[in-house]
């Protein structure tokens, strides 16, 4: 069994988790072009290497982050989001869609 | 015993030196026209039909490891075409063919055993939708027919029909379904390819891509640099990485896929048994050992280590399918490191690099392709990088043009 330890709900089988994908900066939606919001949805670095991931704890609906080496598997940290989103992220309005 | 065998074994020398399949290792040349990174099945496919179909000979596959020890070794050696799309069923169909004559082609036996896959449904949309890839896979000239469950039990009569409190409640029966001995159809490929002169480089690791001027003009290795008139990466799990070398990233995350197999019993099992909604499949071996395979692992992962985690869920669902399994012993478990897509679909073709070319994105599911890939990847190098109608639904260029080609549905845990 591996254990992943949850900054809320402490150490627990990584059974209980989901993965969320590699935290990253995502762009404004109705200002950014098709190319760069394709690359935001599907392209990856996919690299060996330590990553900063989403992970949620589903029985307690918990997002949090952990870092973690992608060849070994080792867990170096998991902390709360808020260590590093510290103020609100906003996007620009979309544009109206006018209704025939 | 024949006295020849007897001689052999007191023979100092290998007797068999001089009809071995493939030749003794040379140094690299200098220069070579096309380069193939990977020699997975894929990889040396593609040099078989360069060689066979365009007379193109002055080819060097690069393996790090040894011919075929990648997913190529690993895979459970599912053979089928009822996919979903008209683009993969049209694709994979072409592949069913040409496994079919592989045997007599090498005059070497791949074991093609053609027995028919069963897919189970559980669900009323289950049904809907194996109702719409039998016609799919008719239309394209598959023989896939929904069965109901009494057809089912005559096939599988030891299969319980309720498993896990979901019953069976309808089939798509496939017979084109097959398997083959994977590690003989690189085997296959590779003593073809290198007898019209194709050179295979194991223990030659790619470590770098040299690219000038939008155009790749050379392979750095740990054996030295080869200068190339173009270059073919079919690397699967290590996708990403090789991409990287050469300067773009690929839609691509790459997981570890897990599969294991028991000790051997007798004959009972025929067609190959999956349930995408149990995540598993099962099927009987030649020898009579029983194969177990499912999903990828939950999260991405360069590595192929086993984990209990995965033995749990999918024996516990395979012997949800076949009870009376649960006293049977495992004898081995292993991984292999699968290049996954978005859209479970193949990225095939051109890359932003001019004369660098594509054959990834395989995933859980590039073994039954192995023939066509080489094929068609043979043609596009063959023609300068003109990209055959086959593939083209295949480019990498989709996910920028939001064109996926969604074979989820026809892939997940059947592979
Ligand atoms: C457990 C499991 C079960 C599967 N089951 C099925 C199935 O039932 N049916 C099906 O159709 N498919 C299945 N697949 C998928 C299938 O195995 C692969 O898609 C297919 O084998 C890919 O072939 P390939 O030749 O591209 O890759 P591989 O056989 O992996 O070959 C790639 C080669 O590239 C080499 N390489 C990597 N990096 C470098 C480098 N830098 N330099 C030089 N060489 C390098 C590797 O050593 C490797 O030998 C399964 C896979 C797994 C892991």
């Known amino acids: 069994m591996k254990i992943l330890n949850c900054p809320l709900n402490g150490p627990r089988n990584i059974s209980e988790f989901v993965h969320g994908g590699e935290v990253r900066d995502m762009p404004d939606p109705n200002l950014c072009s098709d190319s760069e919001w394709a690359d935001y949805v599907f392209y990856y670095e996919n690299s060996i290497t330590v990553i900063k991931e989403w992970w949620l704890h589903a029985p307690s609906g918990y997002w949090f982050i952990a870092e973690r080496h992608t060849a070994t598997d080792e867990i170096l940290k998991t902390y709360d989001p808020s260590e590093i989103y510290k103020d609100r992220v906003e996007f620009s309005q979309p544009p109206k869609e006018s209704v025939a | ?169 309808a089939g798509l029966w496939h017979m084109d379904g097959a398997t083959a001995r994977h590690d003989a159809v690189a085997w296959g490929y590779a003593k073809g390819a290198t007898q019209r002169g194709v050179e295979l480089h194991q223990l030659t690791e790619v470590t770098d891509v040299i690219v000038e001027n939008g155009r790749v003009t050379g392979i750095k290795t740990n054996r030295g640099t080869v200068n190339c008139g173009c270059a073919i990466q079919a690397v699967a799990g290590h996708s990403s990485l090789l991409a990287a070398k050469a300067g773009f990233k690929m839609p691509i995350l790459s997981y570890p896929l897990q599969a294991m197999v028991t000790q051997p019993v007798k004959p009972f099992l025929d067609p190959l048994v999956s349930s995408p909604s149990l995540h598993c499949y099962v099927q009987q071996t030649g020898r009579g050992e029983l194969v177990f395979g499912g999903g990828s692992d939950p999260y991405p992962l360069y590595n192929t280590r086993s984990t209990m985690d995965l033995k749990e869920s999918l024996l516990a669902h395979a012997i949800e399918l076949f009870p009376f399994m649960a006293n049977m012993r495992l004898m081995r478990q292993w991984a292999g490191l699968t290049d996954m897509t978005s859209d479970y679909s193949p990225i095939m073709g051109l890359s932003p690099v001019e004369n660098y070319y594509l054959d990834a994105g395989w995933g859980t599911w590039g073994f039954k392709s192995t023939p066509i890939c080489g094929k068609t990847m043979a043609e596009l190098v063959a023609n300068g990088g003109k990209v055959p109608e086959l593939i083209k639904p295949f480019a990498m260029d989709r996910f920028k043009t939001f064109q996926q080609v969604n074979e989820m549905g026809a892939t997940a845990a059947s592979h």
């Open chain 2, 1 to 169: 015993m024949p006295f020849s065998l007897l001689k052999y074994g007191l023979n100092k020398d290998y007797p068999f030196e001089k009809h071995a399949d493939l030749p003794a290792p040379t140094e690299l040349k200098s220069s070579y026209d096309v380069v193939i990174i990977g020699g997975g099945g894929h990889g040396v496919a593609t040099a078989y039909y360069l060689a066979k179909y365009h007379g193109i000979t002055n080819v060097a596959v690069l393996e790090k490891g040894y011919l075929g020890g990648g997913n190529t070794a690993r895979n459970t050696a599912v053979i089928r075409s009822n996919y979903l799309t008209s683009e993969g069923v049209k694709f994979y169909t072409e592949s069913v063919k040409l496994f079919e004559g592989l045997s007599n082609e090498f005059d070497f036996n791949i074991m093609y055993s053609k027995r028919g896959q069963l897919t189970l449904a559980h669900t009323d949309a289950a049904v809907r939708g194996f109702r719409q890839r039998a016609e799919i896979n008719k239309h394209f000239g598959g023989k896939t027919e929904l069965i109901d469950p009494q057809q089912i039990r005559e096939l599988v009569p030891t299969l319980n029909m309720n498993p896990g409190h979901l019953p069976v409640l």
